[in-house]
Structures are given as structure tokens and as C-alpha cells.
């Protein structure tokens, strides 16, 4: 033996640093926009490889020295679904990135109706089935650390496996934290995850190829010499028994299918579907150069090692036996490779089901719940904190899951079968897949009772008999069926008797379960939502747009904008919104509540906390509306020509309804403006006449009455002046919102920063109603922002919105938060208070001239402080709007980091 | 049921090609799925001699050759966007 334990540890350390290294390398890359290869065919190929997890790399070749070829059946039916990937993949994919899914159970529960009972079911499926799996992963490292630590493994003591497999799954739950949980929306690519993935992909592969090579060429002495060496080995008889052989390969067809790790990777992470192309044939590839080498390394195995040796562990022994401390070393890696990344994906997407399938339901119910016994009605909660959480505390649980089991088994031979158990238990969601996405008629009952019973099935004919006799079932009950009813043995139901116990299960279940699942969909009707479900996955590629869901009725935007935001985040949220009602021909945050748009938010919500939770959370909002008379017209009709006529006047209508929608805005904007056209010339004539008649009184009294004691005559003078002042101060204001308007206005140019310059409005306001403090909540560092801008202009807007907060916020306490940020060279500065904020009728004549919401002895001003600040930051090639939904009054102004020279913009103006 | 989808009769050259391609690879995973469970029908006939496991391994891994180059070809330009109307290249 040439290679050290503690050199074997601090290798091992050092490969999980580069994977780290490497993960964070990509996730950052990924962050600044440089994708380039992170997003290529060659990565989603090679991230498809966790199919081959330890199981393969150490077991395929112990199996191969079991019972000969038939290890090869593992990769065989993942090699036929990838060759015919145009019959269910490009389905899959294309339907995962239509309906934006989360996971497996995220499918399954959208696809009938998006039911969450379904999600739960499914989820506790994908649970029991994969934590044997993750278990026999930790075993598989914990084993080939000790090849290298003892000199004989099996006489090793159990602490060292057990503290081995612990610090191999802290290590996996941490990295998969790290990695995994970066971004709450589970369709964003998980890059870091993805290319350490990849990296591993090839460890395995050269891994193993390296120890084939060694073995054929440096062993037996070239492929011909290999062949003969088979044929007099032990396994030369190829003793293939039908059933297996086709069952397994089904088996695994179906595994590649439903297991939620490769769905993940395969579906979920996929973000161009021309990769699949690439897959197709890539993919097979891979599993066949990984399955080339196993046949000749078992066969050199059982030449050269003594008998009763763990032909597991061939891949790391027989370069050992040789001298080939190097190679085992790769080969050890390799292995590490494998599980590691298959953990890492595992837990990634069993943590996402059991964080959106039952973490995040039961805590919402509880919540409603609390909300309607009026306990705490406005608890301010940041849903994607808690999303986030229960997704970490997730993939720790189903990391601590897998090594209790581990722990629990302590390595027995029992968990050598967990691979095929555990892919006959997670096939059982196979029926109700495949049978969502290319049948109508599939519903939800009877996807629910096909799970239940292949489920149980399972559980009863395979995974509780595989623990040995006496463990869960007693003896008695293996040998002669419950109450000595023989067709219902376990292993051999319904007089079935004699057929391997895998073989007999997989029949079983999955018989039943397709019989259960077709039987009751054929009896029972579905709701419109599973049938509108069912049209948009079964004909995903005829539909070019969606079908309607929500009636037009009584949600308000503002308060969609309140979810949206608890659950996306402020930014993304409202970007959202902005775009939406961009395409809809509206200003602003807010668009109509349109069908289309909430069926929009919906699918986006979906992709952070899967499609039932984010039906449940916009149904909230809407309270009682349901499918419509037109969702179930749009179910109906079925027929081609009725679409594609429908489609035309849908762009005409969509065209009118968007020219309708801007035409309404400006009217009631023009009715509002014309009203205050109106009031203006009023509202004028005494701005000027007040100051005017005391001007006029004061100078009367002056003018009459000669003999006025000189003091009298200065106080009375210094009102005229102070009147004067007041008026000079109005035309000015008059004048300089004429002279911005007209685009006019010469800016000057200098460097700020941007700290300062909210300094100095809140100083400058600091005497504006200084009866009632007002509390500010700010950011140095955010604010930290060097700019080149008129400073004085955009720190005439900053006081008037600063002094504004001081007189209108009408809270006890009135309280201002000055959040700034720079984003691609725009800054954003909000001005939040936490008073009743503005009405939305109110929203979009803010800014027109002398509109003043309150009554005006209160203001003191003209109401032109808000028309100035606008057209100032238009000048500055920014914009100020109204921000909606933050609990309170809320302006946003954003504007460019550098200002641009002005003369070009100028000359344009006058060239007007 | 009148369901009839308005489309040409006759197609260009170029697309009725890649309807045939298509076709093949639709074909593709039942072509393969046989020629992996012939292994099975071997044992059937000559229970007594059965093939030795050295030239089961060669058949099967030129069989899996096969279906990755005949993949490669078939797949190679395609996506899931070559044309937005599935059933347009299912049946004519």
C-alpha cells in the first residue's frame, strides 16, 4: 500500500476545496452575466450523469461479478429513453418550462388540478424511496475510506465508517446550502451546483476509464486477451433470465423518468431545449463509455483477488493488490465523485418538494388559520425568508434522514439491493406522469389512488421484507400472508410464486397502481381546473396562448403587489409589475388585475413555491372568484379552426383592448387636469391676490398717514417685504417649471456624492414643522455613491421630498426610510414614510401642477413642488414615481449615475 | 368528429426530409429496445448453449454504439422548436 490514510484525507480535503472553489467560480460568473459555456449542451449532458451515482461505480462492477451482464440492463433503459427523446423528454421539458415546475411532485400536483395533497403524496414517496439511496451513498464513501485505512476493510470498527459518513453528509448538507438555496426561484439555475457537478461527471469517468485501461492493457495484456479471460472466467456462462433482463431494463427506463434528482437536473435546471438534442445522444455515451470497463475489471477482480474478497470494492482493490497506490487514489475520488453529486442533487431536490409540498402549506394554513381567529391579522412576514429556511432545514433533514438510516443498517448487506428498491419505489409515480401528459383524461382521484396503492404495495412486497424477517414483518407473516391468507405473501401475491422479489414487486405495483389510476379517471369527472390542467400538459405544443384561469373581478392590484412582493422580493416583484404594466400600455407599478396578467404572476410565484401554494396565495387575494364561464368555454373548444380564428381576434382584440386602456387613462387624466385648469386660475388669482391686498392695506396706511412713528412704519415695510418675497418666490417657482418644461433649463454638471446631498435635504428641512420630529432610517454604505449630476437640482428634489414627508405623513410617529442602491449604472434612491399613503385615485395626478390632496392652509405651499421635482428629474435623464404597495407614502427616484454632456439633448430640444 | 387541420398537401423537399427524420427518430426506441431484448429470445431457443458472456458483452456494446450514432445523426439541429405544430409532422 502506497498511499497514506492521512494522505488519502488531505487529498480528499482538497478536491472538496476546488468543488467549492469551482461552484463558487461559476455562481459568480453566472452573477455578472458571463454565462457562456455554464450554459452549454456539454454541462446539462455531464450534470445528467448523477444518474451514476456510487451504486454504479463501485457496485456495477460487483454486480457484474454476481450474475455477469446483467448490470448492463441499469444503463440500458436510460439509453432508450434518451434515444427516443422526442416522445416523452422533449414533452417533460418543454411542459417544465411552460408551467414553470419545481420538482417532480410540483408536476404531478399542477398537472391534476395542482392539488396539494397530490404534491404531499408524492413527496413522501420520492422521501422514502430516495433516503435508503442517500444512505447507501454515505456507506459507499464510508467503505472505501476503508479499503485504504485498514488493511483488511471488513474487520473495520464501526465508529470509523459511521464518524466518516457523518462528516461526508455535514460536508454535503453544507456545500448543498451553500449552492442550493442561493435564490429562492427554484427555475434559476443553480450554476455553482450545476458545474461542480459537471467537474465530478468527469472525475467519475476518467476515474473509472483509467482503472479499465489499466486493467485491460496493463493486466490482462490488450482486448483480445480480456475477451478470453471472460470466457474462462466464472462468469462465462451469460446465464440471462428473461424477466429480469426486461424487467430491469423497464425498471430503469422508468427510474431515469421519475427519480427526483434526475428530473431535476433534467427538467428543472434545463434552460435551452435544444440541449436535449445534444443528450440525446451524448448522454448514452457517457453511460457507455462508464459501463465498458466493468465486465473486464470484475472479471481481472475474480482472477487476481482471494476469494471472498467484496467485489465491490474491485474498482479501488485490484489497482491497490498491484502496487497502483496513484490510480486507486483516482479511482477513490471517482467514487467520491459519485456519491457526493448525487447526494448533493438529491437532497437539493427532495429538500425543494418537502419545503414546497409540506413545510410552506402547513405554515400558510396556520397562518390563515390564526389570521381568521383574528389573532394576527398584519403580521408583516417576508415569505421568501421562510421559503429559504425551511428549504435549508430541509436538505438538512433529509440529509440527517439518510445518515440515521445509514447509522440505523450500520452498513448491512441489506442496503447492496437499496438501488433497485428504492427505483421500484419512486416508478410509482410513473402512471400518473406519464399518464398527465399524454391523457386527457387522467384526474385526480385517480392519480391519487394509483399512488396510494403502488405505494403501498411497494412498501408491503419489497422495501419492509428487504430489512430481513422478524424486522417489520414477522416471519410468519413472509412465509403464510397475513391471517394465513397465502395469496396475499408478500413476495409471492396472488399464487404468484417463485419470480424475484424486485421482479415480483415492480409487476405488482405498478400493475395495480395503472389499474387503480385508469379505473377511477375513467369513472370519475374532473373539476374545470384539473380539465384546464390537462389541456395545457397534454397539448402543451398546440396551445400558443393560455387559456384564461381568473374571472376579471374584485382583486386590486396594490394588493396583488403586496404578495408578490413577500414572496419574490421587493425588487423582482416590482420590476414584474412594472414590465406587465408596461405590456399592457399603463405607466407605472400597477397593472389592470387581466386574466392574462395574474395567470402571469401565478406561474411566476410558482417557480419560487410551486403551483399549488401560488394558487392558494393569489386565490386569497381574490376571494371566491374561480374558473369563469369562458375558462370553460376555452376547455371546449377543442377544434382547430375555432383557435386559430380566435387567435386573430385575440390580437385585434388584445391590440384595441391595450389602445382602449390608454385612451381611458388619458381621459380621466385629462378630465382630472381639466378640473384643475379650472381651479387653477381661482386657485392663482388668490395665490397673488392674498400677498396683493396686504401689499396694497400696508402701503395705504403708510401713504395716509405721514406722521407714522418710524417703527410702526419699519414693521409695516417689512411685511410689504416679506408679501413681495412670498409672491417673487411663486412666479419664480411659476417660471422655473416653464423654463424646465420647455427643456431650456442649463444644467450644472459636478461630481456628488450621494450621501451627502440627502444630508443636506434633511438638514435643510430640519425646521420644516419642527413640533413633530420625524425619524430617519438610512444606509450609509447603500448611500455611499459617488455621481456626476447637477447636485443642486437633484438635492432640490431630495428637500422637497423630504420636507414633504415632514408635513403630510400623517402617522403618530412619523418615520422616513431613505433606502438608496445602484444598479447598471442607474441609482434609485426610495423615500418610504409610514403614513396612510396616497389613495390610488389620487396616484396619477400627484405630479400635474397645483394638485394638492390636503387642504392647503396645511400645505403652504402652491402645489408645485412635486410638477418641479418631476420635470428636474426628467432633465436629469431620470424619473421620480409613485411607488405603491409599501405601507405607506413611497417615492422612488431613480436617475443615471453619469448624466451625459447636456448639449446634444439641448440642441435637440431647440431643434423642436 | 370533422377535425382537419388546413395544411399543404405537398410539402418541400427540405421539410419533407426532416418530417422522415423525425419519423426515424420516433422509431428509434422501439428499434433499440428490440435489438436489447434479442439477447432474451437466445436463451429461449438453445437453453443448452447458451452464448458465453465475451461476445453477449461485443454485441451489446456495438448495439448501444449504433444507438448513440444513430442518435447523433438524427437528433443533430433538432429542438424542440423546429416547428411550433406538433401534430403537423405526425401524420401526413
Not at chain 1, 607 to 615: E, L, Q
Request: net charge neutral; aromatic share 8%; proline share 4%.
Amino acid at each position: 500500500m502506497t498511499v497514506s490514510f492521512n494522505l488519502l484525507v488531505a487529498i480528499s480535503l482538497a478536491y472538496v476545496a476546488l468543488l467549492f472553489a469551482v461552484a463558487f467560480l461559476a455562481e459568480r460568473r453566472a452573477r455578472l452575466g458571463r454565462l457562456g459555456w455554464l450554459r452549454s449542451p456539454l454541462v446539462y449532458t455531464l450534470s445528467l450523469s448523477i444518474y451514476c451515482t456510487a451504486w454504479t461505480f463501485y457496485g456495477a462492477v460487483g454486480y457484474a461479478a454476481r450474475s455477469g451482464l446483467e448490470f448492463i440492463t441499469i444503463y440500458l433503459g436510460p439509453t432508450l429513453v434518451f434515444v427516443g427523446w422526442w416522445w416523452i423528454l422533449r414533452k417533460l421539458v418543454r411542459i417544465g418550462r411552460s408551467q414553470r415546475v419545481t420538482s417532480i411532485a410540483d408536476l404531478i400536483s399542477s398537472r391534476y388540478g395542482k392539488s396539494s395533497t397530490l404534491g404531499v403524496v408524492v413527496t413522501l414517496i420520492c422521501v422514502v424511496g430516495i433516503t435508503p439511496y442517500i444512505a447507501l451513498q454515505l456507506q459507499s464513501v464510508a467503505l472505501s475510506v476503508g479499503v485504504f485505512a485498514g488493511d483488511t476493510p471488513e474487520e473495520w470498527g464501526l465508529e470509523g465508517p459511521q464518524a466518516t459518513a457523518l462528516w461526508v453528509a455535514a460536508g454535503l448538507a453544507l456545500f448543498t446550502i451553500l449552492f442550493g438555496t442561493r435564490n429562492i426561484d427554484v427555475n434559476e439555475r443553480h450554476h455553482g451546483v450545476v458545474t461542480a457537478i459537471a467537474l465530478e461527471a468527469v472525475v467519475k469517468l476518467v476515474a473509472l476509464v483509467a482503472v479499465g485501461v489499466f486493467v485491460v492493457w496493463g493486466i490482462a495484456g490488450g482486448p483480445m486477451a480480456i475477451l478470453d479471460r471472460i470466457d474462462t472466467s466464472a462468469i462465462s456462462q451469460w446465464q440471462v433470465q428473461p424477466g429480469r433482463w426486461a424487467g430491469l431494463t423497464f425498471l430503469s427506463a422508468a427510474a431515469i423518468l421519475t427519480l427526483p434528482r434526475m428530473f431535476q437536473v433534467m427538467v428543472v435546471e434545463n434552460d435551452d431545449d435544444t440541449h436535449l438534442a445534444t443528450a440525446a445522444w451524448a448522454f448514452p455515451l457517457y453511460l457507455l463509455v462508464m459501463s465498458l470497463f466493468v465486465v473486464p475489471i470484475a472479471v481481472v477482480g475474480l482472477d487476481l483477488m482471494p476469494k471472498g474478497s467484496n467485489p465491490d470494492l474491485f474498482v479501488l482493490t485490484v489497482p491497490l493488490s498491484q502496487g497502483q497506490g496513484g490510480l486507486a487514489m483516482l479511482a477513490f475520488l471517482g467514487g467520491f465523485s459519485s456519491a457526493t453529486s448525487m447526494v448533493i442533487m438529491a437532497s437539493l431536490a427532495l429538500a425543494t418538494m418537502v419545503s414546497n409540498h409540506i413545510v410552506v402549506p402547513f405554515w400558510l394554513a396556520l397562518r390563515q388559520d390564526e389570521e381568521s381567529r383574528g389573532r394576527s391579522a398584519a403580521v408583516p412576514g417576508d415569505l421568501r425568508f421562510l421559503v429559504l429556511m425551511s428549504r435549508r432545514l430541509s436538505i438538512g433533514g433529509v440529509l440527517a434522514l439518510g445518515y440515521f438510516y445509514f447509522k440505523l443498517t450500520g452498513g448491512s448487506t441489506s442496503l447492496a439491493a437499496i438501488g433497485l428498491i428504492s427505483f421500484v419505489g419512486v416508478s410509482q409515480t410513473l402512471p400518473s406522469l406519464l399518464g398527465g401528459i399524454f391523457w386527457r383524461g387522467g384526474t385526480r382521484q385517480g392519480a391519487m389512488a394509483g399512488l396510494c396503492v403502488g405505494f403501498a404495495i411497494w412498501l408491503y412486497a419489497l422495501f419492509l421484507p428487504s430489512f430481513g424477517k422478524d424486522v417489520f414483518l414477522s416471519a410468519g407473516l413472509l412465509e403464510n400472508g397475513p391471517l394465513g391468507i397465502g395469496w396475499l405473501r408478500p413476495q409471492s401475491m396472488f399464487g404468484v410464486v417463485g419470480v424475484d422479489p424486485v421482479l415480483h414487486a415492480l409487476f405488482w405495483s405498478l400493475v395495480l397502481n395503472t389499474t387503480a389510476y385508469i379505473g377511477l379517471s375513467l369513472l370519475g369527472f374532473p373539476s374545470p381546473e384539473e380539465r384546464l390542467q390537462s389541456a395545457r400538459f397534454v397539448n402543451v405544443f398546440d396551445l400558443t396562448s393560455e387559456p384564461q384561469r381568473w374571472a376579471r373581478g374584485g382583486a386590486e392590484s396594490e394588493d396583488l403587489l403586496v404578495v408578490a412582493q413577500r414572496v419574490l422580493g421587493a425588487d423582482v416583484a416590482q420590476d414584474f409589475f412594472q414590465k406587465m404594466a408596461g405590456d399592457q400600455g399603463k405607466p407605472g407599478y400597477l397593472p389592470d388585475a387581466t386574466p392574462d396578467f395574474i395567470e402571469a404572476l401565478e406561474r411566476r410565484m410558482a417557480g419560487s413555491v410551486g403551483a399549488a401554494a401560488a394558487h392558494a396565495m393569489v386565490g386569497q387575494v381574490f376571494k371566491g372568484a374561480s374558473v369563469s364561464v369562458d375558462d370553460l368555454m376555452a376547455v371546449a373548444n377543442e377544434t382547430a379552426q375555432i383557435r386559430e380564428y380566435s387567435q386573430q381576434l385575440e390580437a385585434k382584440s388584445d391590440e384595441i383592448e391595450r389602445t382602449a386602456r390608454q385612451l381611458r387613462d388619458v381621459n380621466e387624466k385629462l378630465t382630472a387636469l381639466s378640473v384643475q385648469k379650472d381651479a387653477f386660475l381661482g386657485q392663482i388669482s388668490h395665490e397673488l391676490r392674498t400677498p396683493m391686498t396686504s401689499i396694497r392695506a400696508f402701503s395705504e396706511i403708510i401713504k395716509d398717514d405721514p406722521d407714522m412713528p418710524t417703527d410702526m412704519v419699519g414693521k409695516y415695510s417689512g411685511i410689504i417685504h416679506d408679501e413681495t418675497i412670498r409672491l417673487t418666490r411663486l412666479l419664480d417657482d411659476l417660471l422655473d417649471l416653464s423654463v424646465l418644461e420647455n427643456g431650456r433649463v442649463s444644467l450644472n454638471i459636478g461630481v456628488g456624492n450621494l450621501h451627502d446631498l440627502i444630508g443636506r435635504a434633511v438638514m435643510a428641512t430640519a425646521n420644516v414643522m419642527p413640533d413633530r420630529p420625524l425619524t430617519l432610517h438610512r444606509d450609509p454604505v447603500f448611500e455611499d455613491i459617488v455621481i456626476i449630476t447637477d447636485c443642486d437640482r437633484l438635492s432640490q428634489v431630495f428637500i422637497n421630498l423630504v420636507s414633504n414627508a415632514r408635513k403630510y405623513c400623517d402617522a403618530a410617529r412619523p418615520e422616513l426610510r431613505i433606502a438608496a442602491r445602484e444598479k447598471g449604472g442607474r441609482v434609485t434612491v426610495d423615500f418610504i414614510d409610514n403614513g396612510s399613503g396616497i389613495p390610488k385615485k389620487s396616484q396619477s395626478i400627484i405630479f400635474e401642477k397645483f394638485s394638492r390632496l390636503t387642504d392647503h392652509n396645511r400645505a403652504g405651499g402652491a402645489g408645485l413642488g412635486l410638477a418641479i421635482c418631476r420635470e428636474i428629474m426628467v432633465n436629469l435623464g431620470g424619473d421620480i414615481a409613485y411607488l405603491p404597495g409599501q405601507g405607506g407614502t413611497a417615492f422612488r427616484v431613480s436617475f443615471p449615475l453619469i448624466l451625459k454632456r447636456p448639449e446634444a439633448e439641448s440642441v435637440h430640444a431647440a431643434g423642436r | 368528429m370533422i377535425r382537419r387541420r388546413r395544411r399543404p398537401v405537398f410539402v418541400a423537399r427540405a421539410s419533407y426530409r426532416l418530417r422522415r427524420r423525425i419519423d426515424a427518430l420516433r422509431l428509434l426506441p422501439f428499434v433499440g429496445g428490440f435489438l436489447v431484448l434479442l439477447p432474451v429470445l437466445w436463451r429461449i431457443g438453445q437453453a443448452e448453449d447458451a452464448p458465453p458472456t465475451a461476445r453477449g458483452t461485443v454485441y451489446l456494446f456495438v448495439v448501444w454504439a449504433g444507438l448513440v450514432l444513430a442518435a447523433g445523426i438524427l437528433s443533430r439541429g433538432l429542438s424542440d422548436r423546429t416547428q411550433t405544430d406538433d401534430g403537423s409532422l405526425q401524420d401526413d
